[in-house]
């Protein structure tokens, strides 16, 4: 079965064709970050924008590269929620509109759902049941996964999200946007124990997660030294902004650990392209000995070869959507 995937819920315009779920046979993606860089993030009405100029042409590169024509697609799969409202809407109007014109079926996909289906892709051996860590920009959660289509949310952020924190402290250290990726490579050569960050933590959950008081606490800081005159080191920002993240991550999946057992761990989503964030999961998991499966840097960020992957599993679930599929900014995964 081959899908037409579409991907645009935030800051990057992706068109993928996946055959049964596993197999990429094109993967085309317009990213926005130049349009972006000047803002200092994602403005949602730019993203729009973008997304509907790229959606066409990326569509055509999409199918030429797949060697395909739209009338050999057997279904179309689309982001739906959830995401910016405004960017969601671009690909799935645009998806509805193919399925009408051509009577293939239509699939929406959740956007989380999506990128723990990226391992699907990278490791074909890969099959649920497992437990999901997955991280990005807008969200921090953990999920039971029992079968391809069976979520179960486990934990989450109560606030902020992980990448949410790094941006937004890269943004107040004046690096480059998108502050995550620089505060990764900064971290490298950064000497921790120089700046006591606090170990975020959450009283009435050991699955939960919260990052909004430590990103607070590190602005404070930073605050507080240029009030004195302290020129911030950034590199050991970095590098102890970055052990704290990976500690609490690593907290949690240990306390999922004692109540959801398992012998796999899938770590998915933009912030697992972090390389301080994969190696402490590494080393959690052979520790433990449980199979770590993370996507390769290409899997990680937003892409339409993760919808379409996913897609592929929910339609021979059973799921199909008509021409009423809408956007919705949050849903939940279950």
Do not use: W
Not at 9 to 29: F, Q, W
Not at 149 to 154: D, V
Not at 230 to 250: F, G, N, R, W
């Amino acid at each position: 079965m081959r899908i037409l995937a579409f991907e645009s819920s935030c800051d990057e315009t992706a068109v993928a064709v996946v055959e049964n779920g596993r197999k990429i046979l094109s993967d085309k993606i317009a990213s926005q970050i130049e349009l972006h860089r000047r803002f200092g993030g994602v403005v949602p009405e730019v993203a729009s924008r973008a997304h509907t100029e790229a959606i066409v042409p990326l569509t055509r590169q999409a199918l030429e590269e797949a060697g395909c024509t739209l009338g050999d697609m057997d279904a179309i799969a689309v982001t739906h929620t959830p995401g910016l409202l405004g960017a969601l809407l671009v690909a799935v109007g645009f998806a509805k509109s193919l399925a009408y014109s051509t009577g293939k079926p239509l699939v929406g996909v959740n956007h989380i759902h999506a990128h723990v289906a990226a391992c699907y892709l990278a490791y074909p051996a890969l099959k649920p049941p497992f437990l999901a860590l997955v991280i990005s920009g807008g969200h921090t959660a953990m999920y039971q996964v029992d079968d391809y289509t069976t979520f179960t949310r486990i934990g989450t952020t109560r606030d902020d999200a992980a990448g949410e924190a790094f941006d937004k402290i890269g943004r107040v250290l004046g690096v480059p946007y998108p502050g995550g990726k620089v505060l990764d490579e900064m971290a490298k050569s950064g000497k921790k124990g120089t700046y006591a960050f606090p170990q975020p933590l959450v009283k009435d959950s050991k699955m939960d997660f919260s990052f909004s008081g430590l990103k607070t606490a590190v602005i404070n800081r930073l605050h507080n030294d240029e009030q004195k005159g302290i020129l911030p080191m950034q590199e050991d920002v970095a590098a102890d902004l970055t052990d704290v993240v990976v500690s609490a991550l690593k907290n949690r999946v240990i306390h999922a650990l004692e109540v959801y057992p398992t012998k796999k761990i899938v770590l998915a989503g933009g912030v697992s392209a972090n390389s301080h964030i994969r190696k402490g999961m590494q080393e959690l998991c052979s520790k433990k000995n449980i199979c770590l499966y993370v996507p390769p840097l290409s899997l990680c960020g937003d892409n339409g070869a993760m919808v379409g992957a996913q897609g592929y599993y929910d339609l021979i679930a059973g799921k199909k959507d008509g021409i009423d599929l809408n956007a919705y900014a949050t849903g939940e995964v279950c």
